[in-house]
């Protein structure tokens, strides 16, 4: 406890079948998670961040992001723009 732990893995699509709990900060070149990612916050430092996988349309649950033309919200047209749903 207290300490730092490094985990390397040498190979493509490694998995934890069990929980993997972290108490402070992760760091990584690619980091990526299905299911549940859960905190007190998220911070973002990079130069990419990809949202290709967001739904086209608002999924109608509060919280959720979804992307959307720019000309759909009233904006200039030949844009995506990223919201968050009101559900």
Do not use: C, K, Y
Request: a negative charge.
């Amino acid at each position: 406890e207290g300490g730092a732990v490094e985990l390397n893995l040498n190979t493509t699509g490694a998995t934890f079948s069990t929980r993997l709990q972290v108490h402070g900060s992760i760091t990584g070149s690619a980091i990526s998670a299905s299911g549940a990612l859960s905190g007190n916050s998220l911070a973002i430092s990079s130069n990419e961040v990809d949202f290709t996988g967001l739904p086209t349309s608002n999924p109608g649950v509060a919280g959720r992001l979804f992307q959307t033309s720019s000309a759909a919200v009233g904006m200039n047209a030949g844009h995506q723009v990223i919201l968050i749903s009101q559900g």
